[in-house]
Structures are given as C-alpha cells and as structure tokens.
C-alpha cells in the first residue's frame, strides 16, 4: 500500500489553506478523496433529478444510481439482500429509526434494554426516551479496570426480561477489542434484538452483518471518506417488514385513502420524501474507494499508526492515557494533560496546526464513569503518517512547557 499515493487523492493535502494541517479527528469526519467529490459534481452536472418519480430517462438513470448504491453497500457490510438497506441521514437517525419504529412498538412495562456504559449519545438517549414512553427499563453493563468491556457483567445483566441490547462495535473514546458476535449470540440466547452502532468500526473494518447476525447495524457514511448527510440501517428483512414506518410523507406509499394509507414495501416505506441522492451516489465512490486500497490493508495500517502514536504517548509521564494495553482495537486515543484542560491542549495544539478533538465526545456517562469531565482525543486515518504522529508528540512537548513547566 502507496501510502504517498492515497494522500495525493486528498485535495485538502494540497489546498493553500489546509495542506499543512495534521488532521487527527478522523473519528469525528474524514476528509474526502477527490473521486468521492467529483461524483457529487457528477450527480448534480449529469444525474440530477429526483428518482423513483419520472417518467423519464434522466430520471431512470438517478434511479439506477441510487439503487445501484443500495446494493453496493449491502456488498459492502454482507448484507443478504439490497432490500435490507435503509438510506438516512446518519447513524444518529438510523439508531432513532429503530427506537421509535421498532422500540416504541414492541416495548412494554416489565421489559429491559441492555446498554454499555460507553455508548455515544446516538444509542442511548434514544433508548432513556423510548424507554420513559414505553415504561420499560434501561440497564447498563460496565467496564473492567483495562477499559475494557466487562463481559461478566454483561451476561450477568441478560435475563428473559431483556428484549433489546444495543452495543457501539467500536467506541469513539476506549480502543477496546469488543467481542461482538459472541456478545450478540449470547443476547440471542435470551431473544432478545441486537442494534449495533457501526460509526466507528465500519470506517475501520470489514463488515459481515450475516456473520455477526444481528439484527440492526447502523452507520454513516462521512466517517469513512463520504459527504456528510448520508447514513445507512441495515436490518433483517422479517424484522423490518414487520415494522411501521418512522417518517410518513412522499414516495413511500402504496396506496392513500381520506381516512387510511397502505405502505411501500421495504426498504421504500422508510425513506419518506426526496432523500440526498446526491449524497448517496458519492457514499458508493466512497465505498469504491475504500474497495481499491483494500479494507484489510486499510485497519492493518491504521492499527499500527495508532499503536505507534501510543507507544510514543506512553513515553511521556504527563499524559494520562485511557486505552488498553492488551488487545487493542482501534483507531481512537483518548489522553488528558496532568493538570491542563484538554481545550487548553486543543488550543496550543491548533496554533501548531494539528486538530483534535475535545470534550465529552458525546460520551458524557462513560466519562462520568471514568471520573472526568473531558478528554482530548486523537484519531488516525489512513492518510495520517508516523512523520504526522511525530509532530504531534514533539507538539506536546509545548504543552508542557507552556501549561506546565511555566505555570
């Protein structure tokens, strides 16, 4: 793999505004290769009209280039069947599709949602709302002291009262080995539904949604080289029949009568209105992208960037630093400066012009469980290099000297 050879593909390498910047909040949004831009040119130029609604050539062809797409990214993640693939706006609505088409609908009094404690936002408020609407009970398993999942706990916490367990495939803080497919057989042993939040692994890793089994997967699409806007459930085909839609509106009806309404089949009876086509027509460059490099050659790559970058930041004993020392798995560290606020770091960090992220990373429960109220995070990409990872080391350096040294 040309590692010069992908960079030359990212414009924002080359802009006179951006191109000395060391990006490392990957994990936040990826910068986009120029193919992935060309198609949302392409589209707009050459395919734009609205799709599934004329009857007319050029609306055929942006038809045939959103379902095209569709069965591209059923490809992509080993779904069965293009029919088990919802385009939406992001993750944070596909999560919210489940919760409120599936959750609202089938939750009761007496039943538990199962949740870990470092969940993002996106799979877990929805769950504190459907569960306050449905009078079901929220649950959450922990943490063992590597910040790894604490899979005793987990199989502790499943019963026959649990009927959705809702799990992050990667976390966007702890680079922890989640061993999910063994968690959702598991999950399945009590019937329970299993919605994996894949925005943090998808980018990272290959995906089998037939092998892990389970039944909802959600991800988006700008986290791994695609426009923001474009976001993707999957879900088993007997499940989502099954479901009422989420959204009501155009293009996702049968027939409608004064007084009742029968629906599109699956997946159209959940993508009301005009979607971004656009958008998704580039989510498939992305995906095109991603196919010429290779997925394994990709995680290979930033696994040990990431492992570099750490090793690096464990030689420095102001850094506190919240990733496992054994079997880690991901591209995502999360540190803190002794004594300095991470928007602080930020700040002296930017000035040199490397970004990071800082905050909560919307993981406000998993950092209140930790014992703090923010973190400073980086994350690698494959357009990242250990020339980048060193500058930020020798960056911090700075830190120290002005926030610490100099206080």
């Not at 069965?80 to 919802?86: G, H, P, R």
């Not at 502790?156 to 999910?180: F, Q, R, Y």
């Not at 012009?353 to 998993?366: A, E, K, M, V, W």
Request: aromatic share 10%.
């Amino acid at each position: 793999m040309d590692i010069n050879k992908i960079r030359e593909q990212f414009p924002y390498l080359k802009n006179e505004k951006t191109k000395n910047l060391i990006y490392l909040d990957n994990a936040a949004t990826s910068q986009k290769p120029q193919m992935v831009i060309d198609a949302l040119n392409e589209f707009y130029i050459g395919l734009n009209a609205n799709p599934n609604r004329g009857a007319y050539k050029l609306s055929y062809e942006a038809t045939k280039a959103y379902e095209d797409t569709r069965k591209k990214v059923a490809d992509f993640i080993g779904a069965e069947s293009k029919n088990e693939i919802i385009f939406t706006r992001s993750a944070t609505e596909s999560l919210n599709l489940v919760a409120y088409a599936y959750g609202l609908n089938t939750l009761k009094a007496g039943d538990e949602v199962l949740l870990s404690i470092a969940e993002h936002h996106s799979n877990l408020v929805n769950w504190q709302h459907i569960c306050k609407l449905t009078g079901a009970t929220l649950r959450y398993f922990y943490l063992n002291d590597d910040y790894s999942l604490d899979i005793n706990d987990y199989e502790k916490k499943l019963n026959e009262n649990t009927k959705i367990v809702a799990l992050t495939a990667a976390s966007n803080v702890l680079s922890c080995d989640i061993p999910l497919k063994s968690m959702i057989e598991k999950a399945h042993e009590y019937k329970a539904i299993t919605v994996i939040d894949g925005a943090q692994y998808t980018a990272h890793h290959k995906v089998d949604v037939k092998d892990l089994n389970c039944d909802f997967y959600a991800f988006s699409g700008h986290k791994f080289f695609a426009p923001m806007g474009v976001g993707v459930l999957y879900g088993k085909k007997a499940i989502l029949d099954d479901m009422q839609p989420f959204n009501y509106g155009g293009d996702m009806i049968e027939y409608v009568y004064e007084q009742k309404t029968t629906f599109a089949p699956t997946p159209e009876k959940f993508e009301a209105g005009t979607q971004n086509v656009g958008g998704v027509y580039a989510l498939g460059k992305a995906i095109d992208f991603i196919n010429s490099i290779g997925m394994d050659n990709i995680s290979k790559y930033e696994s040990e960037l990431a492992s570099y970058a750490v090793d690096k930041m464990r030689e420095l004993d102001y850094l506190e630093i919240y990733y496992p020392k054994n079997n880690p798995k991901g591209t995502n560290i999360c540190f803190n400066v002794k004594g300095v606020h991470p928007h602080d770091v930020a700040s002296i960090l930017d000035y040199q012009n490397i970004d990071i992220r800082t905050g909560h990373h919307c993981t406000q429960p998993l950092h209140r469980y930790l014992g703090i109220n923010s973190t400073c995070r980086v994350s690698v990409g494959v357009y990242n290099t250990k020339e980048e990872i060193d500058k930020f080391i020798d960056s911090l350096s700075l830190v120290k000297e002005m926030l610490i040294d100099g206080a």
